[in-house]
C-alpha cells in the first residue's frame, strides 16, 4: 500500500504514473521486450529481448539509504514465505524462476531493469490475501544491479544506482524488519562452518570485491581449470586467474590440486587468494603469486 513506501520512492512512483501514457501492468513488460507478457504476467521476473533480466520490485519493500541510494533485501529461501510457513508449488517455483535470473544477471555481470509496484493491500499479506494484487506498476529508469549474493545469510541485496555502494549494517538491519526478512544467521560461526561453506564464502566475497571495482568476475570452480575465479576489465582482457582457499582459526590447511599446481606453474596471470574467516565480518585476504606460495599460511604439500 502506497502508506508503507518511502516518501522518495513514493514520489518516483507517483510521476511516472503521471507522467506516463496509462498502460496496463501487462502492457509495461510488454513494452520492456518481455515476450508472451500477457501469458508470463504473473511472474516476478523475466528474460526479455537482448537478454535483459527485469525484475518486479514490491516498493514497499525498498529502503532509502541515509546517503541517497535505494536498496531491497532478496531473500534466498524460495520454499519459505516472509512469515516463515510454506509456499505452496506454484508459489515457490514463480521464486526459484526469480533468483535464477537475478543469480544470471550477477554472474553475467548484467544490469537489471526493474518494475517498482505497490499493492492493494498491506504489503505482509501479499502472499495470504486474495486481494493482493498490483496496485501500481511502473518502469523504473534508473538501473539496478545484485550488489550482494550471500547463500551462507540466505540473503542478496539488490542496489539501485551505481555500483560499488553498499548499505551500512544498521541500515541492512532497519531493512530486514521492514521486509519482515528473518534474522542473519550469526556473523561469527565460521568456526563451526563445513570446507564447502567456507570455499563458498571465500569465492562469494571475492567476486564483490573486485566486482566493486568494476572487473568483471567470472567463477570457473566446476571446469577443472585450476582457478575459481577468472577476473577481467571491461575490454575481455584477463586480468587475474585466482585459486581461492577459505580459512579460518580452527581451519587452516588446505591443498593445492594438480590442476591449480599446473596452473601456477605457468605463472600470470595465476594467483593464490587465501580469504581468511569469509563468513566473518573481520574477512581479510591477500594474493600471492607462483613465485611466492611456499610462503602462504596453511598451504600443505
Not at 515476450?35 to 535483459?52: M, P
Not at 541515509?66 to 514465505?81: D, N, Q
Request: glycine letters at 6%; charged letters at 30%; one cysteine or more.
Amino acid at each position: 500500500m502506497d502508506k508503507e513506501v518511502e516518501p522518495a520512492v513514493l514520489a518516483v512512483i507517483n510521476e511516472k504514473r503521471l507522467l506516463g501514457d496509462k498502460r496496463t501492468p501487462v502492457e509495461i513488460i510488454a513494452r520492456m521486450g518481455v515476450f508472451d507478457a500477457r501469458q508470463k504476467a504473473s511472474d516476478q521476473a523475466w528474460l526479455a529481448s537482448g537478454d535483459n533480466v527485469i525484475a518486479t520490485v514490491w516498493a514497499e519493500f525498498v529502503s532509502v539509504a541515509a546517503s541517497g541510494p535505494w536498496f531491497c533485501l532478496e531473500p534466498l529461501e524460495p520454499e519459505r514465505r516472509l512469515d516463515g510457513e510454506e509456499r505452496t508449488a506454484l508459489q515457490t517455483q514463480r521464486a526459484k524462476d526469480r533468483l535464477a535470473l537475478l543469480k544470471r544477471s550477477l554472474d553475467e555481470d548484467r544490469p537489471l531493469r526493474v518494475v517498482l509496484q505497490t499493492n492493494r493491500v498491506a504489503i505482509a499479506n501479499l502472499e495470504t490475501d486474495k486481494a493482493a494484487k498490483v496496485s501500481t506498476r511502473v518502469p523504473d529508469d534508473q538501473e539496478w544491479h545484485v550488489a550482494e549474493w550471500d547463500p551462507v545469510k540466505k540473503i542478496a541485496l539488490l542496489v539501485r544506482g551505481p555500483r560499488g555502494w553498499l548499505p551500512g549494517e544498521d541500515e541492512v538491519k532497519a531493512a530486514r524488519e521492514r521486509g519482515g526478512v528473518p534474522p542473519a544467521a550469526p556473523e561469527s560461526r565460521s568456526g563451526q562452518a563445513s570446507r564447502d561453506e567456507l570455499q563458498e564464502a571465500a569465492i562469494d566475497y571475492l567476486s564483490r570485491h573486485f566486482g566493486g571495482y568494476g572487473y568483471k568476475t567470472e567463477r570457473v570452480s566446476g571446469q577443472q581449470l585450476g582457478y575459481d575465479i577468472e577476473v577481467t576489465d571491461k575490454k575481455g582482457n584477463t586480468l587475474l586467474k585466482l585459486a581461492v582457499k577459505g580459512t579460518t582459526p580452527a581451519t587452516t590447511g588446505y591443498q593445492l590440486s594438480a590442476e591449480e599446481r599446473a596452473c601456477a606453474a605457468r605463472g600470470d596471470p595465476w594467483r593464490l587468494a587465501v580469504v581468511s574467516e569469509p563468513l566473518d565480518k573481520s574477512v581479510q585476504h591477500k594474493l600471492y603469486k607462483s613465485t611466492e606460495i611456499a610462503s602462504a599460511p596453511g598451504l600443505q604439500n
